[in-house]
């Protein structure tokens, strides 16, 4: 069975804070690696992909891979109180896309 | 250009009834996926259809079908409805289909079905 982990949360961050959500998979071939937000009673929307080992940067938003440490994160900087969601990570490898569980984040204002 | 359509968007329906649900892709996406979305369990995927074909399959009965047209439009159908049946549906089109279908995955609002 392809797992996808992630911390439940509650993530609690200040306004302004870094908030660092962190995933980790058990298919070592997997080769794709996609962020999805979900607001409450939304459906999920991709906000980062990233595919090679390193870091990836995109406003706010930081993708980091190590596929030898079979872990991506998240980093979201200078957090805003709409930034508050459910983030799920996604991993793709062969034919399937695998969910985790999604870590729910509330920045406090 | 148009999203993922899902309809309906909210659906009651009794035990042992069963129900269809529509999506319609964003137009030349070729793959469409369906899941089910419920509080305790996440996003558990149902089936992947690509070019009429079912290519993937997760672990749910044979209660849940679906299928896909020729024009990439696809239905889902839940046989003998079960409480536990509830949940939200969601669909997802891309692109492509495998590593490829990661590109431009793009989930629909969801039908909110409720079994009573």
């Known amino acids: 069975q392809k797992e996808v982990e992630q911390n439940s949360g509650p993530l609690s961050v200040p306004e302004g804070a870094i908030a660092s959500l962190n995933c980790t998979y058990s298919?070592?071939?997997?080769?794709?690696f996609f962020w999805y937000r979900q607001y409450s009673g939304k459906s999920p929307e991709l906000i980062m992909s990233?595919?090679?080992?390193g870091d990836k940067e995109d406003g706010r938003f930081t993708a980091q891979l190590n596929k030898a440490s079979q872990y991506v994160s998240l980093l979201i900087r200078d957090s805003q109180p709409s930034d508050s969601a459910t983030y799920l990570c996604?991993?793709?490898?062969?034919?399937?896309?695998?969910f985790g569980p999604g870590t729910r984040l509330s920045v406090l204002p | 250009k148009a999203g993922v359509t899902q309809t309906p968007r909210y659906l009651i329906k009794t035990r042992g009834q069963q129900v269809t649900l529509s999506c319609s892709p964003i137009?030349?996406?070729?793959?469409v996926s369906w899941y089910q979305q419920t509080p305790g369990q996440g996003l558990q995927f149902l089936f992947e259809?690509?070019?009429?074909?079912?290519?993937n399959k997760g672990n749910f009965p044979g209660r849940f079908s679906g299928r896909q047209f020729s024009n990439s439009r696809s239905e889902m159908n839940v046989s003998t409805l079960e409480l536990g049946d509830s949940a939200l549906y969601l669909c997802?089109?891309?692109?492509?289909?495998?590593?490829?279908?990661?590109?431009?995955?793009?989930f629909g609002s969801g039908t909110r079905l409720t079994v009573v």
């Open positions: 298919d070592r071939g997997s080769q794709s």
């Open positions: 137009s030349g996406h070729r793959s």
């Open positions: 990233i595919y090679s080992n």
């Open positions: 996604a991993v793709m490898g062969g034919q399937n896309f695998v």
């Open positions: 259809y690509f070019s009429e074909t079912q290519r």
């Open positions: 997802a089109s891309s692109p492509g289909q495998g590593v490829s279908a990661g590109y431009g995955y793009t």
